[in-house]
T-cell receptor
Framework: QQQVKQSPQSLIVQKGGISIINCAYENTAFDYFPWYQQFPGKGPALLIAIRPDVSEKKEGRFTISFNKSAKQFSLHIMDSQPGDSATYFCAPGGSQGNLIFGKGTKLSVKP | DSGVTQTPKHLITATGQRVTLRCSPRSGDLSVYWYQQSLDQGLQFLIQYYNGEERAKGNILERFSAQQFPDLHSELNLSSLELGDSALYFC???????????FGPGTRLLVL
């Protein structure tokens, strides 16, 4: 079953542009909505996360938006930099803690 | 550096063999999670332990088993290995199930 759908699969953005990645989920029991960043050869690292009691959270250049009724959340990267080039995963989770990862979005930021 | 350590970094073995992957969680973390990352299946949750007890199971094959020891380190045992088991295996840890999961650097397994 595909509980989590992430789009796009890949994204090319110019330096200074805005990167937007979307995630749709089915399980209404999810109550934790993180985005993870993974560089080649490394483990995923938490970038930003949101709980369903708020609709938006901003940390520096990274913003997560959450739409509970649509069962969607998204990651916005403002002023994208070449160093942001990585694979990004949405990974919603429930009270037990295990995360359900999307298929990933490979972001390339061109200088 | 997440504070989660995994050994070995790389493992090459043959079909039918058995291997053990080891994970040491961050200091103070009680929960340990195992994930498998492959090109076709993506990142999949395998199993979770909390303070020595199994807490949740995901898409873990019967040929695979895990345990968490009293010192909180965990081992993932993979037996009767098949070519399709070749993947990156990640361990993650968190203080409780509701806290952020920190991932280790992974063990790359190649089954020939």
């Amino acid at each position: 079953q595909q509980q989590v759908k992430q789009s796009p699969q890949s994204l090319i953005v110019q330096k200074g542009g805005i990167s937007i990645i979307n995630c749709a989920y089915e399980n209404t029991a999810f109550d934790y909505f993180p985005w993870y960043q993974q560089f080649p050869g490394k483990g995923p690292a938490l970038l930003i996360a949101i709980r369903p009691d708020v609709s938006e959270k901003k940390e520096g250049r990274f913003t997560i938006s959450f739409n509970k009724s649509a069962k969607q959340f998204s990651l916005h990267i403002m002023d994208s930099q070449p160093g942001d080039s990585a694979t990004y995963f949405c990974a919603p989770g429930g009270s037990q803690g295990n995360l359900i990862f999307g298929k990933g979005t490979k972001l390339s930021v061109k200088p | 550096d997440s504070g989660v350590t995994q050994t070995p970094k790389h493992l090459i073995t043959a079909t039918g063999q058995r291997v053990t992957l080891r994970c040491s969680p961050r200091s103070g973390d009680l929960s340990v999670y195992w994930y498998q990352q492959s090109l076709d299946q993506g990142l999949q949750f395998l199993i979770q332990y909390y303070n020595g007890e199994e807490r949740a199971k995901g898409n873990i094959l019967e040929r695979f088993s895990a345990q968490q020891f009293p010192d909180l380190h965990s081992e993932l045992n993979l037996s009767s290995l098949e070519l399709g088991d070749s993947a990156l295996y990640f361990c993650a840890s968190s203080f409780t199930a509701e806290e952020t999961q920190y991932f280790g650097p992974g063990t790359r397994l190649l089954v020939l």
